[in-house]
């Protein structure tokens, strides 16, 4: 969910260098103005980037406000663990509009695992992986 707050960007974590203009509240607002956003796993408790949570009746009160669902298109640094119960579902074969696309970005998503693995392993180790994954098709 987003929505306008006046104390948005007040507790932001300032460890995080990605923003462009500067990591305190002047860049923040910058960047951002009074956009905030608030995320939920369990539509009770809604978590936000700093601050306290808000409670849903808290959300309930914020009359101008977006809620949207996000589906489970990300990467598992951020918030893939919260979707593994649907992307079972998904993978079970369960309707939905991007299976085939959410199917697709899991496997990838493996895959990189299996590569960062990779990195670890002599030369020698993964053309052996390899050669075997040729032999049994996989």
């Known amino acids: 969910m987003v929505f306008l707050s006046s104390d948005?960007?007040?507790?932001?974590?300032?460890?995080?260098p990605r923003l462009r203009y500067g990591n305190d509240l002047k860049g923040y607002r910058k960047q951002f103005g009074f956009l905030d956003y608030a995320y939920s796993n369990d539509n009770l408790v809604f978590s936000?980037?700093?601050t306290a949570p808000l409670s849903r009746k808290e959300?309930?009160?914020i009359a101008?406000?977006?809620?949207?669902i996000l589906y489970p298109y990300v990467h598992n640094e951020i918030y893939w663990s919260v979707h593994k119960e649907a992307l079972a579902k998904i993978q079970a074969g369960i309707e939905h509009p991007h299976a085939a696309k959410l199917k697709e970005f899991?496997?990838?998503e493996q895959?990189?695992?299996?590569l960062r693995?990779?990195?670890r392993m002599t030369l020698t180790t993964v053309w052996m992986l390899l050669r075997k994954m040729r032999q049994q098709k996989i």
Do not use: M, V
């Open 8 to 16: 948005s960007g007040t507790s932001y974590p300032l460890k995080h």
């Open 64 to 68: 101008i406000r977006e809620e949207f």
């Open 117 to 119: 693995e990779c990195r």
């Open 48 to 50: 936000r980037d700093g």
């Open 59 to 61: 959300i309930d009160g």
């Open 106 to 108: 899991q496997a990838l």
């Open 111 to 114: 895959a990189c695992i299996w």
